[in-house]
Every structure is written in structure tokens, then in C-alpha cells.
């Protein structure tokens, strides 16, 4: 049994579990100031057996009905992240923004809920886990809103936020043979004191932004002492879309879990590169 995972940069991931391929929050609409520059075409990935989405935000779900539109495949989400992303397929989110959109993937499109369990062939299952959006702090928020080229895209900048709403926000436990992965797309804690029943994870991804460094740490943190994963991977750390994001300083995220947490493997992926894991 292998697991590898591949990072397209924010929460957008392909688990290759074996023969089986998993995708995550797939976008790959970042704009022509992100770091690092994406090269892989959505066109290039021609091999998932299933597509996964944390919340329904522009930055986790663009390429989702392409996806079920190009390859068949099934798109796991909430029932707002179904209507935005059959509204942004029509051209009625971004106007200059239309693609073909078949009924056929539209059906592709499931909508799921806490409580459910999605069994992707024999050994594969996965479990949306109740989850919500981190409540950025007043730093971040004034270093976004006050720079000068967030002022000068704001138009459009105010489409994506307002076209895009949240919906239900889930994290998920991948189960395949032996192993355990949970994911989450956005780095909140609201929810911690239900996350005990999957304790002892073997791979943990958390979303590293929308707070000041200090507070991603300590949610981090938090995650890790009621999960206790024996690999954690941070994600969502790079500059996506400028001005809205920015490049996230995971030196004090090291430090923290070297000194204090010596038993976890820290990974920090490479950006578009197959990465073993397991």
C-alpha cells in the first residue's frame, strides 16, 4: 500500500492511493501574481476516480465541473457548492468566464452531508467530518483590505467573494485498507470537541492561512494534540491569488512542532510534484 499526493498549491490535492486517485477542492484559477506559477493545464489530469470539495470559495472548487464535465467523474459537496459551480460553468458568476456544461455533468455533481460515507471501489471510503471557516483576524483582514493593489482590483476582486458563498464547510477521513488521511480546507476550530473519534490519524492536512502566524500556529496546534497524527502536511500556505493571499511563514509551524512535537513527521510539499508519503 502507497500513498502519494501531489499539490496544485491552496487545498487542492490528488491523493494516488494505489491505482486510485482522489482529488480535493480543485483550483487551478490562480492569477497572474501568484507564487509560485502553476504549470499543470487541468487538461493534463486525466485520471480521478472522484472529486472531493471542503466549502464552496472560488479558490476550492473552479475546476470541479470541468473536471465532471472532461473525465465522468462524480464532485463530492454541499449543496451551495453545487450551485456555484453550475453558475459558474453558465458564465453567470464572471461574465467573460462560460464553459460547456453538459446534464450529464450536473448529475456528476452529488451533493452529501455530514453524516454520509461515499465508497469509491472496494477499499476506498471517505467521511465528510462537520467542519467551518476560520474567522480571519483584524491583521489579516487590514493587510488585505488597505494595500493598494487590493484597491485597484477591487471590482472583480468583489466577484469572486460575493459569487462564491461559503455554504457548509466539511473536513474529510479518507479511509483506505489500513490508512487514515483527514483533510480540511479551512483552519477552524469551532468544531474541535467532535474530532476525538478520529484520534490517531496517520497523514493530517491542514490549511495554513486566513490568520496571523502566531494563531495559525496555536489552531495548528490544537488540531494536533486532540488528532495526534503520525504525518502532518500543511497546505493553502502560498500566494494564490494576490492581493487576497499572500506567502505564509511556516518557519514558526517548524520550530513549534520540532521542539514540542518530535514524534510527528513534518512534510511541506513540493509544489506539483508526486510526493510519497507512505
Not at 494534540?225 to 505564509?248: A, G, Q, T, Y
Amino acid at each position: 500500500m502507497t500513498l502519494q499526493i501531489t499539490w496544485y498549491g491552496t487545498a487542492c490535492f490528488i491523493a494516488h492511493l494505489d491505482g486510485s486517485n482522489i482529488l480535493f477542492d480543485p483550483f487551478f484559477l490562480r492569477n497572474e501574481n501568484a507564487q509560485p506559477i502553476i504549470t499543470t493545464q487541468p487538461e493534463e489530469i486525466d485520471a480521478i476516480d472522484a472529486i472531493f470539495i471542503t466549502h464552496a470559495h472560488f479558490d476550492h472548487i473552479t475546476e470541479a465541473g470541468f473536471f465532471a464535465e472532461k473525465l465522468n467523474v462524480p464532485v463530492y459537496c454541499s449543496s451551495t457548492a453545487k450551485e456555484n459551480i453550475i453558475r459558474w460553468m453558465d458564465g453567470e458568476i464572471i461574465e467573460d468566464h462560460k464553459e460547456a456544461f453538459s446534464k450529464r455533468a450536473k448529475q456528476n455533481i452529488k451533493t452529501i452531508n455530514y453524516e454520509d460515507s461515499i465508497k469509491i471501489g472496494s477499499d476506498l471510503e471517505i467521511h465528510p467530518i462537520k467542519s467551518c471557516h476560520i474567522s480571519f483576524d483584524a491583521k489579516t483582514i487590514l493587510s488585505r483590505l488597505f494595500s493598494w493593489s487590493f484597491l485597484k482590483q477591487v471590482k472583480t476582486i468583489s466577484k469572486y467573494g460575493r459569487g462564491f458563498p461559503q455554504g457548509k464547510v466539511f473536513g474529510y477521513k479518507l479511509l483506505y485498507k489500513d490508512l487514515s488521511l483527514i483533510t480540511f480546507g479551512s483552519l477552524c476550530t469551532k468544531y474541535i470537541q467532535n474530532l476525538d473519534q478520529y484520534k490517531g490519524c496517520d497523514v493530517l492536512l491542514i490549511p495554513y492561512a486566513g490568520n496571523s502566524t502566531k494563531h495559525m500556529v496555536k489552531k495548528t496546534i490544537e488540531l494536533i494534540e486532540v488528532l495526534k497524527p503520525k504525518i502532518l502536511i500543511p497546505h493553502h500556505w502560498d500566494n494564490f491569488f494576490p492581493p487576497l493571499s499572500r506567502e505564509e511563514d511556516l518557519n514558526p509551524l517548524k520550530e513549534e512542532i520540532k521542539q514540542n512535537y518530535p514524534d510527528i513527521t513534518l512534510i511541506i510539499l513540493p509544489f506539483e510534484d508526486k510526493t510519497p508519503i507512505i
